[in-house]
């Protein structure tokens, strides 16, 4: 099983931008598809995008749908959130995980592991 380690967070104001980035190691992520996560203080670990293996299908939770984009290289066996137009209620640690389950419906409850996550602030 591949190890992940995200990475790129930060503290952003409002409207600024981030890149997160998910590095796996132990084995290529090709096959996988690759999700991002975050959990917000007092709140539960929720879907934020994932992307198919090939990178052909994408798909966003509808409060980051048009603001972020997810992309992977696998040549360089990472995965990327690309984060635009950053709202205070973004703020969250964020978590990538990879699952060879359909990408479309990819939810926190079918991960067992977790890694130690990338915090991102955003003040407004």
């Known amino acids: 099983q591949v190890q992940l380690v995200e990475s790129g967070g930060g503290l952003v104001q409002a409207g600024g931008s981030l890149r997160l980035s998910c590095a796996a190691s132990g084995g290529t992520i090709s096959t996988y598809a690759m999700g991002w996560f975050r959990q917000a203080p007092g709140k539960e670990r929720e879907f934020v995008a994932s992307i198919s293996g090939s990178g052909g299908g994408r798909y966003y939770a509808s409060p980051v749908r048009g603001r972020f984009f997810i992309s992977r290289d696998n040549a360089k066996n990472t995965a990327y959130l690309q984060m635009n137009s950053l709202k205070p209620e973004d703020t969250a640690v964020y978590y990538c995980?990879?699952?060879?389950?359909?990408?479309?419906?990819?939810?926190?409850?079918?991960?067992?592991?977790w890694g130690q996550g990338t915090q991102v602030t955003v003040s407004s």
């Open positions: 995980n990879a699952d060879t389950a359909d990408p479309q419906w990819m939810t926190p409850s079918q991960f067992h592991s």
